[in-house]
């Protein structure tokens, strides 16, 4: 955990100062070895456990990130062999702090055309890979984390009820890492200029959230059949306090139908909807059959909203207790099957070179 104190002593900054900008306090920082997929792959897991799922009946794993561990192969891909997620599919998709609510459309779509039963939707992102530690005005701002769901099919009316997707790539100039990619490739020379890290326009991604936000918001709510009266909770991105604030007053909206968890975890881009969900669920806020808005914006420039009427699965304890050990088990299994088969591949690979060798008399 990085406190504010913990910046103020390596930057011309306070407590105080990032506090009253932002109402950040603290946040969580990956530990040394770990990255984008090992954090989603505890998230995925906990919200197995939560809805007592089997991983083997996942039809699709969807991590939203733009930190992943490589530029290939995807997380996702990474987290369905942990998982021991055999059928699954899996892909990242990259929009930035709107990731998740996109992915999270995605996965709705998917059930709804028929084609998958059971997709699990990832926010993840390790920003403090990405964050130049130096600059004052992004480093006091990000932490790493990590959400997830399940999306099942059901006859019953709950799950996404609407989303909408939005973006205006007119702006991506304001929130980027400008190398990296194919356009400007890694070289000591953007090493040395700092250009791997995280450069943002601050001034004016603030007004364009607090523009987008509370427009999102009224939109999928009245997409949904929702007067905002309806609606019980909206779970912003969390990028900065003073946005969500902006966007309450906006809506006229208490702030207490807001949740607000930007002071414990900074800014985790894609994870920050899903943390907050599963926060408030978790805490009792969220109950069965209430009407939240989840609302993202970010990079890209990009936007996204879902209204979901919330439903909570509460498995028989005895039959959870058993499923819990079998899962265990199949983590288990997965592990020593990911060893196996690269130990497999890499034996393959070395007896191939041997045998071109004496075949060419090398």
Known sequence: MVTNDDHAAVLDTSDAWIVERTGIRQRHIAADGQATASLAL???????????????????????TMTPDHPMPAAACQVQNALGAARAGAFDLNAGCSGFVYA????????????????????????????????????????????AVLLRATDEEHGVLASLLGADGAGDELLMIPAGGSAQRASPETVAAGLHTLQMNGRQVYRFAARVLPEAAEAV????????????????????????????????????RFVINVDAYGNTSAASVPIALC?????????????????????????AAAAVRWAAVKPEVQRATLHRLWRELLYRWAGLRTGLVRGINRLVGRLSTLWRRRKHGE
Do not use: C, K
């Open 104 to 147: 999270l459309a995605m996965g709705q779509a998917a059930i709804e055309a028929g084609s998958y039963r059971s997709v699990l939707v990832i926010g993840a992102d390790t920003m403090s890979a990405v964050v130049n530690w130096q600059d004052r005005a992004t480093a006091v701002l990000f932490g790493d984390g990590a959400g």
């Open 221 to 256: 709510a009245r997409d949904a059949g929702l007067s905002l009266d309806d609606v019980d909770w909206i779970i912003p991105h969390q990028a900065n306090a003073r946005i969500i604030e902006a966007a309450a007053q906006r809506l006229q909206m208490p702030l207490e």
């Open 279 to 303: 926060e408030a669920a978790d805490d009792g806020r969220l109950q069965p059959g209430q009407h939240v808005v989840l609302v993202g914006f970010g990079a890209g420039l990009t936007w």
């Open 42 to 64: 505890g998230a995925a897991r906990a919200a197995l456990e939560r809805a007592d799922a089997d991983p083997r009946d996942l039809d699709l794993i969807i991590v939203a």
